[in-house]
């Protein structure tokens, strides 16, 4: 319901403006955010059945063809974890990088949310748009996160069985020790 009405020029600036706010905001306030708060061993971080380890994203999506052009909003933060802060396949690194794919991809489920603000200032056809555009923009990380988690996960198993003594029973997840 628009309460706000602008010209036309004014109403594009307010939308640059208020997409760029909400972005940048919501972003920082994630990269601030105690690891911790991103277990993946909760429910919704764990692979689905029907996402296959990953791989309906790989058969619906080509995510192989595009992932590695998608930039990194992370850089934009200081000291903000980015995937080629991981120069070293460690155990800890493996697992420091499962707990950002979670806190990514929460950051990018709520970057949709401000979406229905745009309907305080834009027509109702704009207002889609914008709801529309946060999905968009949004829903490529998500699919990122979703497709290499499950690779990352196994990579991570992979790694405790090699390290694990013959005799160890292992749960392998220990991530509410793990500090950025």
């Known amino acids: ?100 794919s979670c806190r990514s991809e929460v950051c990018h489920w709520l970057m949709m949310i401000p979406g229905g603000f745009f309907y305080l200032w834009n027509s109702v056809e704009v207002g889609r748009l914008m709801v529309f555009y946060a999905f968009a923009n949004n829903i490529v990380p998500i699919i990122m996160q979703r497709y290499n988690r499950p690779r990352a996960r196994k990579l991570l198993s992979q790694m405790e069985k090699k390290l694990a003594p013959p005799a160890s029973n292992q749960s392998g997840y220990e991530f509410a020790v793990t500090e950025a």
């Open 1 to 100: 319901m628009r309460i706000f009405y602008f010209t036309e020029v004014q109403t594009f600036l307010v939308d640059i403006l208020a997409w760029v706010f909400f972005h940048l905001s919501i972003g920082f306030t994630f990269s601030k955010l105690s690891i911790r708060h991103f277990n993946p061993t909760r429910s919704w971080f764990q692979t689905k059945n029907w996402e296959k380890d990953g791989l309906i994203y790989q058969k619906l999506f080509k995510v192989k063809n595009w992932k590695k052009i998608i930039p990194s909003g992370a850089a934009l933060y200081k000291n903000a974890y980015e995937v080629k802060h991981l120069t070293e396949v460690t155990i800890d690194n493996v697992r420091l990088w499962i707990q950002e």
